[in-house]
């Protein structure tokens, strides 16, 4: 069973649009983080944004937002006032656990196009 | 603050050739990963470290496959005997053990490896 599931392949978005992209995760961990990175055209995975299971409030940073569901296992990423710029993949991760394995699952990612 | 730094950034090689790839994760940071990821899909974990120590590898590691980290700094991942479905992009990453589930993985830009 996939562990991480973003069904989106690709989306378009408007400049200054806001834009929301999917993810829904699979795990019986209580304890687990869930995170969102960028990959641009260059191949570097960027860090956007982080999200605890136990966290109680959804996660922010600039404008991304963790749109954090847990009864439904999902984990959306939202992108307020897209910009050219944020044109890439993005992939959804989650770690399980607090003291087993340390290693990320990704989802297959999300390709971004924001249209001028 | 320098980031992880990868080399070669990209590499040819023949079917049947050994190849080797370094790591130089970021300073202070004390676990490093390396993952592999194909077109089209998110990146798979591989095996990692912590301090100088190989404390996971994944099933995808086989025998033609072997990382070290000889003094708890940079790494190396080696390649055996290449074969064409080993061409991927390969990532390394590197973060700083904390509590809980909120370790975040900082990536380098990648090898980008070819087998003809």
């Known amino acids: 069973a996939q562990k991480i599931t973003q069904t989106q392949p690709g989306m378009f978005v408007q400049e200054k649009e806001a834009v929301t992209l999917d993810c829904t995760y699979d795990t019986s961990d209580p304890s687990y983080g869930l995170f969102w990175y960028k990959q641009p055209s260059s191949g570097e995975m960027i860090f956007l944004i982080y999200q605890g299971s136990y966290d109680q409030q959804n996660a922010t940073e600039g404008r991304y937002s963790l749109n954090f569901q847990k009864a439904r296992k999902s984990a959306n990423l939202v992108i307020s006032a897209s910009q050219l710029g944020d044109s890439a993949m993005y992939f959804c991760a989650m770690r399980e656990g607090d003291t087993g394995r340390r290693a990320l699952t990704f989802g297959s990612g999300t390709r971004l196009q924001v249209q001028p | 603050d320098t980031g992880v730094s990868q080399d070669p950034r990209h590499k040819i090689t023949k079917r049947g050739q050994n190849v080797t790839f370094r790591c130089d994760p970021i300073s202070e940071h004390n676990r490093l990963y390396w993952y592999r990821q194909t077109l089209g899909q998110g990146p798979e974990f591989l095996t990692y470290f912590q301090n100088e120590a190989q404390l996971e590898k994944s099933r995808l590691l086989s025998d033609r496959f072997s990382a070290e980290r000889p003094k708890g700094s940079f790494s190396t991942l080696e390649i055996q005997r290449t074969e064409q479905g080993d061409s991927a992009m390969y990532l390394c990453?590197?973060?700083?053990?904390?509590?809980?589930?909120?370790?975040?993985?900082?990536f380098g830009p990648g090898t980008r490896l070819l087998v003809l």
């Open positions: 990453a590197s973060s700083l053990v904390g509590r809980g589930t909120q370790e975040t993985q900082y």
